[in-house]
């Protein structure tokens, strides 16, 4: 049964999109921490492939973390004031573990979920996501897709662990713009970084070899010279195509 729509103000989700702007000088405030507990509960509530949610977020708290993070940052001045410094870990390989669990939810009780996705998470999801030692099951996969896809129209992704690193980055992507949207429905900022030394950030967190570094996420209270200049986007003749 799915829940009650609430009353939607187009206006304001207008002035939340538009009013973001990654910032790059903060000012002392800090975040309180309800409110960065409710942008991470925010960012966890966006879609992702077969709700399979192949995400992490470490919110560094520690001040020895938090030092360390600025300078694997490159000691960029986001990251210098910000308040607060999230990063946003993809996960190619917790899609076990979270199909599992989600069976078992469904095992559990009545979810919603209709039977024909039920079968998905039982045999289809191992089927696709699966790609072997030096993706030898997805080489096979890549074959069949191809025989099959002359008939019919078939999925030909994911067939290699770097199909699942971009399988596991765009979901992944997708909460990091929710966390930072619900950083300014709040009246903060922040910055995406991809500038930065994932090895070093890796080691620090003590990340295993699958997870790679999204973005790190830096969030505070905009300074009065936080942005550069106006926003800027190229025409949009460029970038929406109707066809
Ligand atoms: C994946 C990604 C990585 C980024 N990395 C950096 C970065 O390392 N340093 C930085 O100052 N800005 C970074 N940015 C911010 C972009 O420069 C910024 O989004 C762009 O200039 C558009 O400006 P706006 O966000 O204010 O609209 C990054 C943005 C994205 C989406």
Request: aromatic content about 12%.
């Amino acid at each position: 049964m799915s829940a009650e729509l609430p009353e939607i103000n187009a206006n304001e989700f207008k002035k939340v999109v538009e009013s973001r702007r990654s910032v790059r000088f903060y000012t002392k405030d800090s975040i309180p921490e309800d409110v960065m507990r409710q942008c991470l509960d925010m960012a966890l509530l966006a879609p992702s492939s077969f709700n399979l949610q192949p995400w992490e977020f470490y919110w560094v708290r520690s001040p020895e973390k938090k030092q360390r993070l600025i300078k694997a940052c490159l000691y960029q001045s986001t990251a210098k004031t910000a308040a607060e410094l999230v990063v946003c870990v993809a996960r190619r390989k917790t899609w076990r573990k979270n199909r599992k669990e989600i069976l078992e939810k469904i095992e559990a009780g009545n979810t919603g979920i209709p039977d024909s996705h039920i079968r998905y998470y039982k045999n289809l999801i191992p089927f696709f996501y699966t790609q072997g030692i030096l993706d030898s099951i997805g080489f096979l996969k890549s074959i069949i897709y191809y025989v099959r896809g002359i008939f019919v129209p078939t999925p030909r992704e994911p067939v290699s662990i770097n199909d699942m690193k971009i399988w596991a980055v765009r979901s992944s992507s997708l909460a990091c713009e929710n966390f930072m949207l619900a950083l300014r429905s709040f009246g903060y900022d922040s910055c995406p970084l991809e500038f930065h030394d994932s090895s070093r950030i890796k080691r620090m967190l003590g990340l295993p070899y699958d997870a790679i570094i999204t973005m790190v996420i830096t969030a505070g209270k905009r300074a009065p010279n936080g942005v550069y200049g106006e926003r800027m986007r190229l025409n949009k003749i460029n970038f929406i195509k109707e066809v």
